[in-house]
Structures are given as structure tokens and as C-alpha cells.
């Protein structure tokens, strides 16, 4: 596996960890739906555009 750009490669793990972390985190609180959003709800779409933005970016990093 090569790696094009490490700069790339290692900003796109850390808005994955950053974004799994905030998603681990938010499953303490009460997620609720899309029409009555709990406290939880923002952090947990937060944290899952994190994560798939960091694989987006680690992905580019590896293939372009």
C-alpha cells in the first residue's frame, strides 16, 4: 500500500478517531428522532460526518 500524500493520510485518521469519538460519546445521551432531536442527536450526526469525511479524505490520500 502506498501512501500519495502523508499529510492527507493522517488528517483523514484524526477526523476519524475525532469523529467515532464523538459518536461513542453521544450514545450516553437520549438520541431521539429527526422530528424530536435529544441531546445526543447532534453529536451523532457530528461524529458519523466526521468519520465518513476522514475516509473520504484517507481514501484520496491512498488512491489519487
Not at 500500500?1 to 450514545?27: R, Y
Not at 435529544?38 to 469525511?53: D, E, Q, S, T
Amino acid at each position: 500500500m502506498n501512501i500519495k500524500s502523508q499529510k492527507d493520510f493522517f488528517s483523514g485518521l484524526m477526523f476519524m478517531g475525532v469523529g467515532v469519538a464523538f459518536a461513542w460519546g453521544a450514545s450516553g445521551y437520549t438520541i431521539g428522532n429527526g422530528a424530536r432531536m435529544g441531546p445526543g442527536y447532534f453529536p451523532l450526526v457530528l461524529g458519523i460526518l466526521l468519520a465518513v469525511l476522514g475516509s473520504v479524505i484517507t481514501f484520496k490520500s491512498l488512491v489519487v
